[in-house]
């Protein structure tokens, strides 16, 4: 529905008086639109993710419906951009839908992602007529005069579901070759030949978070482009059937969150940014589609790594044909609860993601240092920790705005529990999850005033992720050896040659932060990882005897 405008109307003629009947009418119209305003869309006055450090947007498939820049800032062809929808017949393509969404992106301000160019269905169905080489020829100009006509795309779906749909044409682009995955490598290389550096290039992919064996295959290709500098954004689509069965469906299947978070995590490690690139629930009953996305949105939107979420489909009359309820919008204009609860969701800080320690750190200190990632807009944080899972009894509850918390002395060997939530003027997050971590008999190494530590220890890096940089501690201990003159121990300070060493994922040396002689001490160095690529990253101490290293993640 169009924006409700009450605008003042100038009767003709000085002696036309306003009836009873007229002043009736104009009641009941007052009444009409005030009551209409109830039911129908809350317009605002900005995207939903306006400020937001990732994008919520939406696909269309055939034009533009009302309203579309009151509540996203992304927007994604569903089928306007499919080679088989463009160029219907060998040379003659049909742009017409596709500028339409370029063009309305471009005014608004709006990233403008498309979709797709290389996928095994709904292409053209006169490639398979061609010989391999005129298919490569073929393959070629479609990519070249997509990138010559929308010069200012953010993103591009450059193949999609790899795993599932292979094109007619893969042996034009090398078919498996020695990778195995050669056809998607070259998909790759032409985009990357045509598209500017301002285009992400992206794979996208289903069914790869419910399974981790679809996730390492999935890996396996993506690996494989960020070894050469090919992609820029790994796409996950997201459906409601990826994670479950609908509810009431008699082939009832639900996937576990643990492994959802688990496989979503693995993405995100890579260092390349993390699209959610298809999201819907499909469910008719209003209830039940806002429980899903309760359930299943947050597990995106707070992880710091997935830098957007495409919606697919949003209005009742522009949805996926076998999902049909998936819509957020009716085609009344109404909102659904689902769609209500997400855009106050959205104003509240992500929910904080736990960086140490955790159940898989080694023994920690008595006097352990908490930390976590901070969340978009919070402005304190609220940490609790017990002896127990339930976090009953809680021996820390505690209010803060620091991502980082320094315990007071804990009993040693002890198991203990924790969890973060994040605040702002908005509202409260959901507590983070609840991890765990054992102490042991021993105080933190880091000195305290003139004390010096008395173990070496190489911490992990902070922030991480990070762009472009980020800190490292390190500790390099106090030796106490027995005095050759006196029947005495003493403490006795020597330095160490120290190196912290940062390698590649590949083991390839890219900078030496430090080299020289350390004295017994906490030390703190800074790494700029300006002018790399996104990606996994390891930094290395040697010490003395001592050799420790650890892993980091650039994310740009």
Do not use: C
Not at 35 to 57: H, M, R, W, Y
Request: cysteine-free.
């Amino acid at each position: 529905m169009e924006k409700s405008v009450i605008r003042n109307y100038s009767y003709s003629g000085s002696s036309k008086k306003i009836t009873k009947s007229n002043k009736l009418r104009v009641r009941n119209l007052v009444l009409f639109v005030f009551l209409t305003s109830l039911f129908l869309v809350n317009i605002t006055a900005q995207p939903l993710a306006e400020g937001q450090d990732k994008f919520l947007g939406a696909a269309s498939s055939h034009y533009i419906y009302r309203h579309f820049g009151d509540y996203f800032n992304q927007i994604t062809p569903g089928n306007a951009g499919k080679w088989g929808s463009v160029e219907y017949s060998l040379g003659n393509y049909n742009w017409s839908n596709l500028d339409q969404i370029y063009n309305f992106a471009k005014s608004r301000d709006l990233l403008f992602k498309d979709h797709v160019l290389i996928w095994g269905q709904q292409q053209p169905g006169w490639i398979s007529s061609l010989d391999t080489a005129a298919q490569r020829e073929t393959v070629e100009n479609w990519i070249k005069a997509v990138a010559e006509r929308y010069p200012r795309m953010a993103m591009i779906d450059v193949v999609n579901e790899p795993l599932h749909d292979l094109p007619s044409y893969k042996d034009a682009l090398g078919s498996d070759g020695e990778t195995g995955w050669d056809w998607v490598i070259t998909s790759f290389e032409l985009a990357r030949k045509y598209f500017p550096d301002s285009t992400k290039l992206i794979l996208n992919e289903y069914n790869v978070l419910g399974s981790s064996s679809a996730a390492s295959d999935y890996l396996e290709i993506i690996n494989l482009l960020q070894e050469r500098g090919l992609i820029d954004g790994i796409g996950i689509q997201g459906h409601y059937f990826e994670f479950r069965s609908d509810i009431g469906s008699s082939n009832s299947y639900k996937y576990g969150i643990p492994t959802i978070k688990s496989n979503l995590q693995k993405f995100v490690d890579t260092g390349i940014p993390v699209y959610i690139t298809e999201f819907d629930i499909d469910e008719p009953d209003d209830q039940n589609q806002l429980e899903q996305y309760q359930i299943y949105f947050p597990i995106f939107w707070s992880n710091p790594g997935v830098k957007g979420i495409t919606l697919w489909g949003y209005y009742e009359d522009d949805v996926w044909s076998s999902h049909p309820n998936t819509y957020l919008i009716t085609s009344r204009g109404a909102e659904r609860p689902a769609l209500e609860w997400m855009r106050n969701y959205i104003l509240l800080p992500h929910i904080p993601v736990i960086i140490s320690p955790t159940v898989t750190s080694e023994l920690v200190p008595i006097d352990p240092v908490l930390s976590w990632y901070s969340s978009e807009t919070a402005i304190s944080y609220h940490v609790q920790v017990s002896q127990n899972r339930a976090l009953s009894n809680t021996i820390v509850d505690t209010v803060l705005a620091d991502t980082l918390l320094q315990l007071d002395t804990l009993e040693a060997n002890t198991r203990y529990y924790w969890r973060v939530s994040a605040a702002n003027e908005n509202g409260t997050s959901d507590f983070s999850e609840i991890e765990s971590f054992t102490t042991e008999d021993r105080p933190t190494s880091v000195g305290q005033g003139n004390e010096k530590p008395l173990t070496y220890e190489l911490y992990q890096n902070y922030p991480n992720p990070f762009n472009p940089s980020t800190k490292i501690k390190f500790t390099i201990p106090n030796v106490r050896r027995s005095a050759t003159s006196q029947n005495v121990r003493r403490s006795a300070t020597s330095s160490y040659t120290t190196k912290i060493v940062i390698y590649d994922v590949l083991g390839s040396e890219i900078q030496t932060l430090v080299n020289e002689n350390k004295a017994p001490g906490t030390y703190e160095v800074t790494f700029d990882g300006s002018g790399l690529p996104s990606g996994v990253y390891f930094y290395k101490i040697s010490s003395g005897s001592f050799s420790s290293f650890r892993k980091m993640i650039l994310m740009k």
